[in-house]
């Protein structure tokens, strides 16, 4: 029997209100079971809150303030109360807010298919252009009247862009190993399908019929493909030096750490595209007729493709990138890893995160291109002339990018990588890199092993400044609210920050401090405009505070800011298991305000256990 979208509302519940990743692998696989296999890839793009992967520009471009404008609108003229600007702040979410609204609404209750959901969805994407606003409230308000509440719940926090369900991609892997052979001991490998493809629905569909021995071919088959982006490879963060040559043996790769965009450089021709079959790309309505979704204009062979480490398509965004990676010749095809970076080229030297992110804009890329030019500083090769290299040694990729790629001028260049085999040498390249070039650090890299995809251990270690003042790595948290401050910042409108981890846990936001400390009045300012649209009048939903850290203003967790500190600290016994696992920070400061890493890379309460035990071992 075909499970019902309202069936797969009631799961998503059960999945919220579980916190074990065990018992959400069993209701996942549990559910799943009983799908067809086009119903399991749609529902892998649904829990991720998505019609298709990140790479597909497939966004539902509706705020949570559209959606209570249009039932306010509604209700108005039903003469029904409009109350559902106070429900959504009373109860923190937009789901739930709507849910209880329709309850009161009239309507004419249908059973809906996922499929039927699913291609109403892709209606409200498709949807663009003057009035689209409007033409999109009325197909939701024509869903909402004619569902259950659930479903209204479910289907307003997707199309709002706030589902979060907290049911990650590697919980997902596990539910289709238990599928294929009931236990978790494919995950490994679907883990590895996954960080080549970057595609869920794709691994999905990769099920085939459950048969054991199919699947295993169909994964074992996969290799990485140009025009699609990979998930880039993580680092790990040590506490010492020392721990670097310890953990990596006799010798290491050490390169220098920039702070930019990681950037994923595709180039290949059109005749190289392997047809995958993808059901996103029956849905896909091209927005240029002259434009296809991998590539340039339809009469290019040859196609440069970027992506940032979420996976967007910011090929627009660098075009200098673009046309030096299609002007190298005697390559037909590759794929490059960087971090890009506004570059000074009379003083061939980079320019700020703050001045590398005003590149990453849609609009006028030609007039901010002269002002703020980019450079690429490339650090792996992974697809060479339709070769999949990443199975290969880091150090033999890194030579014959060196090889092939090796030029001084241009927006492509090579980054440097010295082999070491002493502390001392690795300590004197990271002081240079740091004291005399303005670096944040190293990235240090074993020589053997190949490049697994969306992985983080201990092959790939970063060394930041940060380890000499205080902790061994910064902290990434969320912002979950602030303070109005005294005196002179009061009249700048806040005095301290209120940031958050992740719980992975218990799937929350967890406050672990306040930052006041190295903003300046303008960024002050500038922040509590930024802010301001994001504001609610309770705690927000999943985000947990504390009474000594209570804010005056709760915001929306959004904006990400990086922080330094002089150390971790830890209520050992008293909070251990409480908000945050006790966790806190000495002395914060901000070092960067609106990190683009979006909140599945925020530092979890693991990490910032791990960074305090390398800080106190
Ligand atoms: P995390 O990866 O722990 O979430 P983060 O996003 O704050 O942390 P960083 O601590 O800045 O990342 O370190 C990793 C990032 O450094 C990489 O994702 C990449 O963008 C960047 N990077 C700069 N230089 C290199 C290099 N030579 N090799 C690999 N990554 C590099």
């Not at 597909?56 to 209700?75: H, Q, T």
């Not at 680092?235 to 930019?260: A, T, W, Y």
């Not at 480490?309 to 010749?329: C, G, K, Q, W, Y």
Request: proline share 2%.
């Amino acid at each position: 029997m075909k499970k019902t979208f309202k069936e797969l509302c009631e799961l998503f519940g059960d999945v919220e209100d579980t916190r074990s990743r065990l018992d959400m692998t069993s209701l996942m696989s549990g559910f799943l079971g009983q799908c067809s296999l086009y119903d399991i890839q749609i529902i892998s793009y649904l829990i991720q809150g998505r019609v298709a992967p990140m790479f597909v520009n497939s966004e539902f471009n509706y705020s949570e303030k559209s959606m209570i404008n249009l039932i306010e609108g509604y209700s108005k003229s039903n003469q029904s109360r409009g109350e559902i600007s106070k429900l959504r702040e009373e109860l923190g979410d937009i789901g739930d807010a709507v849910s209880q609204m329709s309850e009161g609404l009239k309507k004419k209750v249908q059973k809906r298919s996922i499929s039927d959901v699913y291609e109403l969805l892709w209606d409200i994407v498709n949807t663009t252009g003057s009035g689209s606003v409007g033409r999109k409230g009325n197909m939701i308000m024509d869903f909402i009247l004619t569902s259950s509440e659930i479903e209204a719940k479910y289907f307003s926090r997707i199309v709002c862009g706030s589902l979060r369900l907290g049911l990650h991609s590697k919980t997902m892997m596990d539910v289709f190993s238990y599928m294929v052979i009931k236990d978790k001991s494919l995950s490994e490998e679907f883990n590895r399908v996954y960080g080549i493809s970057a595609d869920i629905g794709y691994v999905a569909s990769l099920l085939d019929s459950f048969e054991e021995n199919k699947v295993k071919k169909n994964i074992s088959n996969l290799t990485v493909t140009p025009g699609f982006p990979i998930l880039a490879r993580l680092v790990e963060r040590v506490g010492s030096f020392k721990e670097v040559l310890k953990r990596l043996g006799g010798e290491i790769l050490v390169q220098p750490k920039f702070d930019g965009l990681r950037l994923q450089i595709h180039k290949f021709k059109k005749e190289d595209l392997l047809n995958r079959e993808v059901i996103w790309q029956k849905f896909l309505v091209e927005k240029n007729d002259e434009v296809s979704l991998f590539g340039g204009s339809k009469e290019e062979n040859v196609i440069v493709k970027l992506f940032t480490r979420n996976l967007e398509d910011v090929t627009d965004m660098f075009p200098e990138v673009v046309e030096e990676a299609r002007s190298i010749e005697g390559i037909n095809s590759f794929i490059l890893d960087s971090e890009v970076l506004g570059w000074d080229y009379t003083k061939d030297t980079f320019l700020s995160y703050q001045k590398t992110m005003q590149r990453k804009r849609k609009y006028d890329v030609d007039t901010i291109k002269e002002n703020i030019p980019v450079r690429a500083m490339i650090f792996d090769l992974l697809y060479l002339n339709g070769k999949d290299l990443t199975t290969m040694d880091t150090v033999k990729r890194i030579e014959r990018m060196e090889k092939l790629f090796g030029r001084e001028e241009g927006s492509i260049k090579v980054a440097q990588t010295v082999r070491v085999k002493k502390t001392k040498e690795l300590k004197e390249i990271f002081d240079d890199y740091v004291n005399n070039k303005g670096l944040e650090g190293v990235i240090v890299k074993q020589l053997v092993g190949g490049y697994k995809a969306g992985a983080r251990n201990y092959e790939w270690i970063k060394l930041k400044k940060s380890m000499e003042s205080g902790l061994v790595d910064t902290v990434d948290c969320v912002v979950v609210g602030y303070n109005y401050g005294s005196g002179r910042r009061a009249q700048l409108g806040m005095g301290a920050l209120l940031g958050a981890i992740y719980n992975e846990e218990n799937n929350t936001y967890d406050a672990i401090c306040k930052i006041g400390t190295g903003i300046s009045d303008e960024l002050f300012k500038k922040i509590h405009q930024v802010l301001k649209p994001f504001i609610v009048s309770s705690i927000p939903k999943n985000v947990v505070v504390n009474d000594l850290l209570k804010p005056d203003v709760w915001v929306v967790p959004k904006f990400i800011i990086t922080v330094d500190a002089d150390e971790v600290t830890r209520d050992i016994g008293k909070d251990e298991n409480g908000v945050g696992n006790g966790l806190s920070l000495r002395f914060p400061r901000l070092v960067e305000w609106d990190r683009d890493t979006g909140l599945e890379s925020i530092t979890t309460v693991r990490d910032l256990i791990t960074i305090f035990e390398l800080n106190h071992s």
